[in-house]
């Protein structure tokens, strides 16, 4: 079963640092997706990435946030000068083409604390 | 814009007895898909099962199944034959035509031995 894989699994920064979250997609997928879960609360959106740029993007995603695929395969989400309400859960996605651009596939997920 | 609603905070049922969990859903769209995710304490999100809005027919994955009422917009996912596996936070969803999941608020199970 292909699956989509997020590094690191737990990262803890110091407030104002900048972290960098990485996201292998399924390798045939061509959509991609990072998403937020506070603890506690609800998964929120918070980007999407197509044909290499941003298909859409939320009010949550300012300028403090930033998305590339350097390579083919991987797919970052970059937070500059973290902020402690940044704590989460980071989600990372993707969907296919036709009938499956609508079926997201979810990694693992990258939990970042913000001390 | 697209709204998900889950009414039920928490939900508890025996092993071996079925549960329904119910969801919500507002839009002005035609063609959409539903979901419901499991988020176990790993915090993985694992997909249950889904719905395209144009099938009439319910979905089924085993021992889950939806029951998709497209007028009244509601998409209920019922549990039978529970497993102490089954405990877990699950998430209702969205997706139309933004090809975005729009998602619930979740409804924490609990399954009794």
């Known amino acids: 079963e292909p699956e989509v894989t997020q590094t690191p699994s737990h990262q803890v920064t110091q407030m104002g640092q900048e972290v960098i979250l990485r996201c292998v997609p399924i390798s045939n997928h061509l959509y991609f997706y990072w998403y937020r879960q506070i603890l506690g609360q609800k998964v929120e959106f918070l980007v999407s990435f197509y044909n290499n740029e941003i298909s859409e993007k939320s009010e949550i995603f300012d300028d403090q946030f930033s998305v590339e695929r350097p390579d083919g395969s991987n797919f970052t989400l970059k937070i500059r000068s973290t902020k402690l309400e940044d704590s989460a859960m980071y989600f990372c996605?993707?969907?296919?083409?036709?009938?499956?651009?609508?079926?997201?596939?979810f990694g693992a997920g990258s939990r970042l604390t913000v001390l | 814009a697209q709204t998900v609603t889950q009414s039920q905070p928490e939900m508890s049922v025996q092993e071996a007895e079925t549960v329904t969990l119910s969801c919500t859903y507002d839009t002005s769209e035609s063609d959409y898909y539903l979901f419901w995710y499991k988020q176990p304490p790993s915090r993985q999100m694992i997909l249950v099962i889904r719905q395209e809005a144009y099938k009439q027919q319910n979905a089924t994955e085993n021992r889950f199944s939806v029951n998709f009422q497209k007028a009244a917009k509601s998409f209920s996912l019922k549990i039978s034959d529970s497993q102490l596996g089954d405990a877990a936070m699950y998430f209702c969803a969205y997706n139309g035509a933004t090809n975005k999941l729009i998602f619930g608020t979740g409804t924490l199970l609990a399954v009794q031995p």
């Open positions: 996605a993707s969907s296919g083409v036709d009938a499956g651009a609508n079926v997201l596939t």
